[in-house]
């Protein structure tokens, strides 16, 4: 099941992606008004019975992709985790995960630009994995936590890097508005069974920039939710962004940033592709 948000006619709603269009639910489950509620009450399984059988309500070009989950209590982002962007960054893996958070207000959804902000021409492209927790939980262990995921999104985790690296905490480089693309749809657990077998691919232009297959990561799901969960329990709605494979912008030479009139697109197998148009900010 494809599940995702929108704005239609001004209003804010969710809805299942099928052929045709979407087909709404905003007021079809009692207590439910968007996916995080939907998580939260544990009722994909009704939505899906809701959807079952129906044909699209309007299509997609009636509507207005908002970030896939806009108000996700945290967004856990990882920092070097592919081996190849490691060894391109001249890092070393250690024993635990790089972690940095980024706020959901920075956010866009699928088809909205990504903004070149005024203080910075260095916005780079980080293509990843989302995984969207369908449940909360505190002290997971890693045999348990695959149990926690509701399913898998597309991620661009953009940059400003030369604020990334004004001090040794690079989160304020990480946290510019809409420099963060989420979308276009959560793809469940059920259609994806095995999240080894994702990968993603980050073309700009329509050149490609980045690819990487998610079995070369040195922290893998479960390890990311369980360490995340003995600090901070997780809870229903919240996204791990679990780190770009290698090809980033600033790494070429000479380096490759956005710039206005750019178009980006992360791909993710078995999921879909988020695009995002850049524009500067005003």
Known sequence: MKLTSFTRNGTHGYGVVVAGGIIDLTTA?????????????????????SAAGRS??????DIDFLPLIPNASKVICVAVNYLAHAREAGRTIGDYPVLFHRHAQTQIGHQQPLLVPKSSEQLDF?????????????????????????????????????????VHQYSMGKN?????????????????PDPDALTVT????????????FNDVAFNIPTLISYVSKALPWRAGDVIVTGTPGGVGFKRKPPIFLKEGDMVEVEVNLVGTLVNSVANEV
């Open 126 to 166: 980080e293509g990843e994995i989302a995984v969207i927790l369908g449940k909360g939980g505190a002290h997971i262990e890693p045999e348990d936590a695959m149990d926690y995921v509701a399913g898998y999104s597309c991620y661009n985790e953009g940059s400003i890097r030369d604020w990334q690296f004004h």
């Open 29 to 49: 489950i009692d207590g439910v008004s968007d996916l995080k509620d939907l998580l939260e009450s544990d009722r994909l399984a009704q939505a899906a019975d």
């Open 176 to 192: 510019f508005n809409a420099t963060g693309g989420f979308g276009p749809w959560l793809v469940t657990t059920d259609d994806i």
């Open 202 to 213: 980050t073309r700009l232009n329509g050149e490609q920039m980045q690819f990487g297959e």
């Open 56 to 61: 699209a309500d309007f299509p997609l070009e």
